[in-house]
């Protein structure tokens, strides 16, 4: 199996393994997967506060804007790694908040970094969501990254990207207490 496939697999073992609560499980493999490409997984949420905030910072201060490459020009290694992030975000936002926001702000960046249309719209997606979580304080900002994400869902006609831009709106509104949004969006 080549690189790109085993990670892409695996990626995909995190994320089902982990909405499925098998949580021991999708750790090993968290653990392993990472190491072989050289990260690891912070071993607590204290632990990985300093990354997180350095993350974070560099989250905010990324445009919204993402440039799409070719396919042919895109780092298929690249993409697996976006896709590897994608999962553990996912997997872990609602087991470990501060260790899921690492992973989704590493997830962002790589995300929108890609050159895949489809994986910045998902990155965009994820960060409404996590953005939506600071209330009528992150509001504005929440309401930018989430147009933004609808652009490039809208942009590629992707079925997929276009379901989880919805899904963002339903979890922006239900954060903002907006219940009347939340119902139809979902």
Known sequence: VPAGRALLLEASAIEQLLHSGQLAAGLDVIHRTLGRIGLRLPATAAAALPGLVVRRAR?????????ALPPAERSQGELARVDLFWSIATGMALVDHVRGADFQARHFLAGMGCGDPVRAARALMMEACYSATGGSRTARRTEAVLAAAARAAASTGDPHALAMVAHAESVVACCGGRWARTRPAC
């Not at 989250?59 to 440039?67: C, E, G, W, Y």
Request: glycine share 0%; no cysteine.
């Open 59 to 67: 989250v905010r201060l990324r445009s919204l804007d993402h440039a």
